[in-house]
């Protein structure tokens, strides 16, 4: 059975940094692609940022340019996002997916984990 979890989430104030992890466990995940996506309540669920099986193509939103790092353990299915210098607007919870290619569509990845709080504060 295929599981997906994310850690690291939780309060900090503006400017601050916070780093989530990914883990995916229970299926083949060797040529996979990894996204983090965000959600608050009311609004649709955001690209943040995407990497490939190979960790060469990165994409990011425009929102968290220079200031988020997306990473990945290599041709393992554990994934990273350091935050730094963190804004309120960045508050949200963050999800984690797995799919086939490097994209910011939602509905483009297969498997997704349960989500990590990040609040940020002003």
């Known amino acids: 059975q295929v599981q997906v979890a994310e850690s690291g989430g939780g309060m900090v104030q503006a400017g601050g940094s916070l780093r989530l992890t990914c883990e995916a466990s229970?299926?083949?995940?060797?040529?996979?692609?990894m996204a983090w996506f965000r959600q608050t309540p009311g609004k649709e669920r955001e690209f943040v940022a995407t990497i490939s099986w190979s960790g060469i193509n990165i994409y990011y939103a425009d929102s968290v340019k220079g200031r988020f790092t997306i990473s990945r353990d290599n041709g393992q299915p554990t994934m990273y996002l350091q935050m730094n210098n963190l804004e309120p607007e960045d508050t949200a919870v963050y999800y984690c997916?797995?799919?086939?290619?490097?994209?910011?569509?939602?509905?483009?990845?297969?498997?997704w984990g349960q989500g990590t709080h990040v609040t940020v504060s002003s």
């Open positions: 997916a797995v799919g086939d290619l490097p994209l910011e569509i939602p509905r483009t990845y297969e498997y």
């Open positions: 229970g299926g083949t995940f060797d040529r996979s692609a």
